[in-house]
């Protein structure tokens, strides 16, 4: 290492201590300064650490590779490999153990002197070394050492050498090595492979060299470049990594023919390749002049199936420091920690951070890996100011067959929790909608059923220049005030909105009753006054001021309103108009807005966001003329689609303007649940072929599947199926001759005259005996059962669970050969099976298939065998 850069080195078991290596050795010691001050002459690390010299050797020049005793004593012994080719045995501090002090000073020569390139100590028996020097071509390149040989003839004394001030000893040469390898060639990196004592891997001039010390003259090879920095993998033994110029080839020893995997090529030459010690299948590289190492992760260990097969990998750069990086090591123990050394000596302690995996469940769990820790992170159950997530939403309404209510419809806001308006509307308007279809294709078939699906957007437009307004009196109060005349598109559209029942009878009673009864106080009078009824939203509001749950600011109210006077100029519409902003009930606001303001303009009725869409259009219905009302219905339809408001489904309908409007709904709230079931209510056939449609429809679908919620998707197929007839799958698993490859089931369930029998098939008997032992088309005998050794087709009347009436199917009615327990079943394995009853029974209580000396573990290979729906699991 004379003349080159430093190099750097962790005691093997020292966590604490390391060394550097160029013209000389010096020894660090690391240190916490987490809770203390940097002490004097020692080098600042990082953050949390520090190192101290301990001591130097400079009694080895023209070092040019190190290699620390892996044994843990003698602790500081070290391997020194020379320019000359001597490998001298060193130690950085005194070492008292009298066993061992006659190793320090050791030299090791070989026969002609050349560089030795590299060292490295055996791991399964500690007193062997191994060195590899240049080539020389009447000597050996691969030197195997014994450094606790007994002396022969050949050691001979050499002259005394100076170790320390007043201190000097007779230094002994060895010169005869255990083992001589790889004549005539060069050697320029080697390693001990783990998984036996006396195999070497050699990285030699232009080969990779596998030997074996049992038999020295043969060896197994392979002809390549990427000679140098073998190394092997800690955690996989069959896996080394070595590098030419810029690239580094991973081979496996198993299969040694070619590389498995060459890592990208860098642009500049590779200096060092190093596996993590403390990490499965992570390789760090450096290059010449550079401060970024590059980490490669072996995701998978590569087991070589086929010759294109590659381990997945994963490739990052971390930067340790700002300066050129000579050389780094990874800690021996400490997870992801290395130390680099720059080219004037800084040194740097460093943690490579692992990469943070997230993983979200289906149900709302969070998990997460850092490293060697995996983290989970729930929902803490007693915390109710959270708003919960709408996947949790709509797994509990999954749970509650939320949507599934297609008789009473309204019903499935109740099904939802009755928490959101929105969806109270949603579902209300669907129920008006859904009752009025049906009454209107009953008294007159084909006529406006498919119009009120359109919804009071498509109504109004078709009744424009077909209404009159005329005076109407008050009831409480001498006063007229002008109503439009309700036609008949006016009356639906006030059905829809629900104040009034089907009929012909715009009676609002029923109406406000049921918001009585539902403690709607403010509403219920607001309806009746907008029905010019003051007297009866005064009683409705002492009503409510006198109930258990009313407000007894009520009465104040009513009050006020009985106070009402038509003058314009009086003092009590002035304070009226001035005073009603301060009410914080929007229903209340909008009486006084109506009683005051002017005939025919009403904005602070209409434009009052808060009060409920279905209201506001009502009311428009009944005082706005057709023109007016037409404007009006246009630009709240706009501002429903923009907000994706579900109250909105009222005006547009289930047209192309609901699935505009849902699909906001869905961009603001994913609740792909509720725009499914909407959509399927009874939208026309060019809505449901809608791509945004089929979209929210299958990942609803997925989702369902996600939640492991099974019979739930298969009830919203069935669902979908009835609402959507163009949505009914067709058959997608069939079993087939293996002869002839015809369906048997299909063939077997057209048989054309139900009267007739299965004799034509080989099978006597009456024609609802589901007894099938052949193939239809062909004749050909099906399988036996592996158990029961019938032919398959045979009825199963001995399995568990099965019952008289699995023997018998009408076909007439079921259209179905047999019942689950007579199922063909079979492993795609070994290919045996049988009655899926018989079967099922076998594998309670065995583990291998019952066809004899077949050890096929059958239920094993099925990853879903296990897994039982989560309907019934709480969330």
């Not at 019979?711 to 698993?733: C, G, N, T, W, Y």
Request: aromatic letters at 8%.
């Amino acid at each position: 290492m004379s003349g080159t850069k430093p190099d750097i080195l962790w005691a093997p078991h020292q966590v604490d201590r390391f060394v550097v290596c160029d013209s000389e050795l010096s020894l660090y010691h690391v240190e916490s300064t987490v809770n203390s001050e940097l002490k004097a002459g020692s080098l600042r690390l990082s953050e949390d650490s520090a190192a101290t010299l301990l001591s130097i050797n400079s009694d080895t020049p023209y070092m040019k590779c190190v290699a620390w005793y892996l044994n843990y004593d003698p602790e500081c012994l070290l391997a020194v490999g020379q320019a000359n080719g001597r490998v001298v045995l060193t130690s950085l501090g005194q070492d008292h153990n009298s066993k061992f002090k006659d190793l320090i000073g050791k030299e090791f020569v070989p026969k002609h002197a050349r560089q030795c390139n590299t060292l490295a100590w055996n791991p399964l028996d500690s007193n062997w070394l191994a060195a590899g020097l240049d080539k020389h071509r009447a000597d050996f390149s691969v030197l195997i050492w014994d450094i606790c040989s007994k002396y022969t003839p050949d050691i001979v004394p050499m002259e005394k050498v100076r170790l320390s001030a007043g201190e000097t000893e007779t230094t002994l040469l060895v010169t005869k090595p255990l083992y001589e390898l790889g004549q005539n060639d060069a050697c320029l990196s080697l390693c001990w492979l783990p998984r036996d004592q006396k195999l070497l891997l050699a990285g030699m001039h232009r080969n990779l060299a596998i030997f074996d010390l049992r038999n020295t003259s043969q060896k197994m090879f392979v002809n390549t470049k990427a000679v140098q920095g073998v190394t092997v993998d800690p955690y996989f033994h069959d896996r080394v990594a070595s590098f030419y110029e810029g690239q580094v080839a991973i081979w496996d020893l198993r299969k040694f023919e070619k590389p498995v995997l060459t890592l990208t090529e860098q642009p500049k030459p590779l200096t060092k390749v190093a596996w993590c010690p403390t990490r499965t299948g992570l390789l760090a590289t450096l290059t010449r002049d550079s401060n970024i190492i590059r980490l490669y992760d072996m995701q998978h260990t590569p087991t070589p199936i086929g010759d294109e097969t590659e381990p997945t990998i994963i490739e990052r750069s971390v930067q340790p420091c700002d300066n050129y990086i000579a050389s780094f090591a990874w800690h021996p123990t400490s997870q992801n920690r290395m130390i680099v050394v720059t080219p004037n000596r800084t040194m740097s302690d460093f943690t490579v951070f692992e990469r943070i995996s997230l993983a979200w469940s289906p149900i709302t769990s969070l998990m997460w890996a850092c490293g060697r820790h995996l983290y989970e992170c729930a929902e803490e159950e007693n915390d109710n100011s959270l708003e919960k997530d709408i996947a949790t939403k709509m797994r509990l309404r999954a749970l509650s067959r939320y949507g599934l209510d297609t008789e009473q419809v309204w019903r499935n806001h109740i099904l939802a929790g009755n928490e959101d308006p929105q969806l109270k509307s949603l579902w209300y308007t669907l129920h008006f909608m859904k009752q009025y279809t049906e009454d209107m294709d009953q008294k007159s078939p084909g006529n406006k059923g498919s119009l009120v699906y359109a919804g009071i957007k498509s109504i109004v437009k078709s009744s424009l220049g077909m209404v009159e307004s005329s005076r109407h009196n008050w009831s409480g109060l001498d006063k007229q005030s002008d109503i439009q005349n309700l036609n008949e598109e006016r009356i639906l559209a006030l059905q829809l909105c629900g104040w009034i029942k089907k009929g012909t009878d715009v009676d609002v009673g029923p109406f406000l009753n049921s918001l009585v009864q539902e403690g709607e106080w403010e509403r219920a009078a607001a309806v009746a006054l907008f029905n010019l009824d003051i007297r009866r939203a005064i009683q409705i509001l002492n009503e409510g001021a006198s109930s258990e749950k009313g407000d007894l600011n009520l009465n104040v109210v009513a009050m006020a309103l009985s106070g009402y006077t038509d003058e314009k100029n009086s003092l009590w519409r002035e304070m009226c108009s001035t005073l009603r902003l301060q009410l914080n009930n929007p229903y209340l606001c909008v009486m006084f807005a109506f009683l005051t303001s002017e005939t025919g303009s009403y904005d602070g009725v209409l434009y009052e966001n808060k009060v409920a869409v279905r209201d506001r259009v009502a009311f428009a219905c009944k005082f706005l003329s057709d023109s007016q009302l037409n404007r009006y219905i246009e630009k709240l339809t706009n501002e429903m689609k923009e907000a994706g408001n579900l109250e909105g489904i009222l005006l547009t309908g289930l047209t192309k303007d609901g699935v505009d409007l849902m699909e906001s709904y869905v961009d603001r709230t994913g609740d792909v649940q509720t725009a499914s079931y909407c959509m399927l209510q009874g939208s026309p056939l060019d809505v449901l072929k809608d791509e945004r449609v089929q979209y929210w429809i299958e990942n609803y679908r997925n989702l369902l599947d996600a939640w492991r919620f099974w019979h739930k998707r298969a009830e919203f197929d069935i669902h979908r199926s009835k609402l959507d007839p163009s949505s009914k799958p067709l058959a997608q698993v069939f079993v087939s001759c293996n002869f002839c490859g015809k369906s048997i089931s299909y063939s077997c369930s057209t048989v054309p005259h139900q009267g007739r029998g299965f004799s034509q098939y080989g099978v006597s008997g009456s024609p609802t005996k589901s007894k099938v032992t052949s193939c239809p088309g062909c004749r050909k005998p099906l399988p036996r059962c592996a158990l029961c050794l019938i032919n398959m087709g045979t009825p199963v009347s001995s399995c568990p669970g099965g019952s008289k009436s699995d023997e018998k199917v009408d076909l007439s009615k079921d259209k179905k050969l047999a019942q689950f327990n007579n199922w063909f079943t079979w492993c795609h394995n070994c290919r045996h099976g049988g009655h899926a009853g018989h079967m099922l029974s076998w594998f309670r209580d065995h583990a291998e298939c019952p066809v004899s000396a077949c050890t096929c573990k059958c239920m094993q290979l099925d990853t879903t065998g296990n897994l039982v729906p989560a309907e019934t699991v709480q969330p």
